[in-house]
């Protein structure tokens, strides 16, 4: 039932922003891919876990956790947090309505419960050393799809570039690829963290009583 609650709190945050905005653009930011991500793996997971049947690969689910740990980090240490060169909190205070709830179910709702699910409702050690690296995949097409987006859109375009870290007008990419290393990192090392958490946190709850199992080889 959780995973399948978080799932709809993705589904319905995703669903506001494409009826309050452009889905070609809504779809243009990580946090969409991230939530979108959510959406299927979680909700893959609940229904797999209903039917008992055996859960996804460990390479999605905790590539998934990833992803949205780093939207929830990012949104609140570093767009939404006045102390940051790539502050946008001005922005996101004048938002209201739909886009406030959309705004606070995909930045902080599914981040936080992915985590909790992840760490309560999961089997430890399932994590591999080799997951941290392979993890940085989808970041990886991220950062290559906001590139070219941005080089073929007009320099006129108000969503050219969908992150200001990634602004080449303002940066030149040689800045941006500064960035992205940096970013690349702080993906790379969260990564290694969330295994060796996985490795030492105790499991919690009786057994047979867990929705679905990290240690067969999956979560979710």
């Known amino acids: 039932m959780v995973r399948g609650l978080l799932a709809l709190a993705a589904v319905v945050g995703l669903v506001i922003e494409c009826v309050e ?18 959406a299927v793996v979680l909700g893959l997971g609940a229904v797999r876990a209903w039917r008992r049947q ?31 060169p790539f502050n946008q909190a001005d ?21 936080i419960g992915v985590v909790l699910d ?15 690296a392979q993890w940085l995949a989808a970041p990886g097409a991220y950062l290559a799809f906001a590139l070219i987006r941005g080089a073929l859109l007009p320099a ?16 030149g990419y040689g800045g941006v690829l500064v960035n992205a290393v940096v970013l690349g990192v702080a993906f790379y090392v969260l990564g290694l963290l ?27």
């Open 21 to 38: 905005g452009n889905p070609l653009v809504v779809f243009s930011f990580f946090t969409i891919w991230s939530n979108a991500a959510v």
């Open 54 to 84: 055996p859960p996804l690969p460990v390479l999605w689910t905790g590539g998934v956790v990833l992803c949205i740990s780093v939207v929830g980090l990012v949104f609140h240490f570093v767009l939404d947090n006045p102390s940051s």
């Open 91 to 111: 922005h996101f205070a004048t938002l209201s309505g739909a886009k406030a709830v959309s705004n606070q179910l995909l930045h902080t709702v599914t981040p």
């Open 118 to 132: 992840w760490l309560l409702l999961t089997r430890p050690a399932a994590f591999h050393w080799r997951h941290a």
């Open 156 to 171: 006129t375009s108000p969503t050219r570039y969908t992150y200001p870290f990634l602004d080449v007008a303002d940066h």
């Open 194 to 220: 969330l295994v060796t958490v996985d490795r030492f946190r105790p499991a919690v709850g009786p057994r047979e009583n867990r929705i679905s199992s990290l240690g067969a080889g999956g979560l979710k």
